[in-house]
């Protein structure tokens, strides 16, 4: 079964890094596009930041600069480092992924800067 298991949220002051990951089984994120969402309260789901299949990365303007997505060399994880976070980073953030013509999605993990 393909499945998208993210960890490594919590809560930090405003400054403070935190490093979610996402674990991909079924499938490796070699050949396709990853990305990195978030919710808060409220607001309407966003594109935090996305790996694509060339190499080639996204960052909304909101998080460029102090957030960096990355994969592991086993193409099975993908990481979000977060750094200098802000108290508008606050959201539950999913990991989610297209193969061929299925989205999928991950549970998401809570990120709260306060």
């Known amino acids: 079964d393909v499945q998208l298991v993210e960890s490594g949220g919590g809560s930090v002051q405003p400054g403070g890094s935190l490093r979610p990951s996402c674990t991909a089984t079924?499938?490796?994120?070699?050949?396709?596009?990853a990305a990195w969402y978030r919710q808060a309260p409220g607001r309407r789901c966003e594109l935090v930041s996305a790996?694509?299949?060339?190499?080639?990365?996204y960052y909304s303007r909101s998080v460029k600069g102090r957030f960096t997505i990355s994969r592991d060399n086993d193409k099975r994880r993908v990481y979000l480092q977060m750094n200098n976070l802000k108290s508008e980073d606050t959201a539950l953030y999913y990991c989610?992924?297209?193969?061929?013509?299925?989205?999928?999605w991950g549970q998401g993990t809570q990120v709260t800067v306060s």
């Open positions: 079924g499938f490796t994120f070699e050949d396709v596009h």
């Open positions: 989610a992924s297209i193969i061929g013509a299925s989205a999928y």
């Open positions: 790996f694509y299949r060339d190499g080639d990365t």
